[in-house]
């Protein structure tokens, strides 16, 4: 059974605090994925990963930066934290392009900006 | 601009019913499409799913059907239940791998 775990289900955090929000997979999975998820908004791709070391900006990727270090796990980085960032994050993971390969996704992260 | 689009931010529907969900999209070198299912407070699951050289999927309850030449694709949920009552996204993968969603529709099922 697909597992992705966040780190933390619920964090609040200052304004100008450096955030580090965790991500990891137990299926091997050479995609990793950050979004974010804002009433009215839908899901917007902040970073994407589809090996170590390797990522590429999505839609929103300003305010934010990503680490893969190891295959099976994603960070996401908010460099000083702004109350625009309060939001659901949301991580996921699937295989590389070849059939039917959905993405999994963690149980998210609720972030509070103060 | 947003490539996956949902045009119907919520949807009232009665049990027993059938729920029709619509998503259209822009760029035609999307090659999968899948449906997810949110509840609040929850990460997101999949649902359905439909690569873009066929026209129609099915998996009990639910078909998705996917029109190329419109760039539209909906999903039927037939028949509908109060247990599916949930945020639905719209997604399409591109030539990357990455995965592109709409901005939801809330299916509310009533008895």
């Known amino acids: 059974d697909v597992k992705v775990t966040q780190s933390s289900r619920y964090l609040v955090k200052r304004t100008g605090e450096k955030v580090f929000l965790e991500c990891v997979q137990d299926?091997?999975?050479?995609?990793m994925f950050w979004y974010r998820q804002d009433p009215g908004l839908g899901l917007r791709l902040i970073y994407f990963?589809?090996?170590?070391?390797?990522?590429e900006k999505g839609d929103i990727p300003e305010g934010y930066s990503v680490s893969r270090e190891k295959k099976e796990r994603f960070s996401l980085i908010l460099e000083s934290a702004s109350t625009n960032q309060t939001s659901m994050y949301l991580c996921?993971?699937?295989?590389?392009?070849?059939?039917?390969?959905?993405?999994?996704f963690g149980q998210g992260t609720r972030l509070t900006v103060v | 601009d947003q490539q996956v689009k949902q045009n119907s931010p919520s949807l009232s529907v009665q049990e027993g019913r059938i729920s029709i969900l619509n998503c259209d999209y822009t760029n035609s070198m999307f090659d999968y499409f899948l449906w997810y299912k949110k509840y609040p407070a929850e990460g997101p699951t999949f649902l359905i799913s439909?690569?873009?050289?066929?026209d129609k999927n099915e998996d009990g309850r639910f078909t998705v059907f996917l029109n190329k030449s419109a760039k539209h694709l909906s999903l039927h949920i037939v028949p509908s239940q109060p247990g599916d009552s949930a945020v639905y996204f719209c997604a399409a993968r591109d030539d990357t791998d990455k995965l592109i969603f709409g901005t939801g529709t809330r299916l509310q099922v009533f008895p």
């Open positions: 996921a993971s699937s295989f590389h392009t070849g059939g039917a390969s959905e993405a999994f």
């Open positions: 299926m091997d999975h050479e995609n």
């Open positions: 990963s589809y090996d170590v070391k390797m990522k």
């Open positions: 439909i690569s873009s050289i066929k």
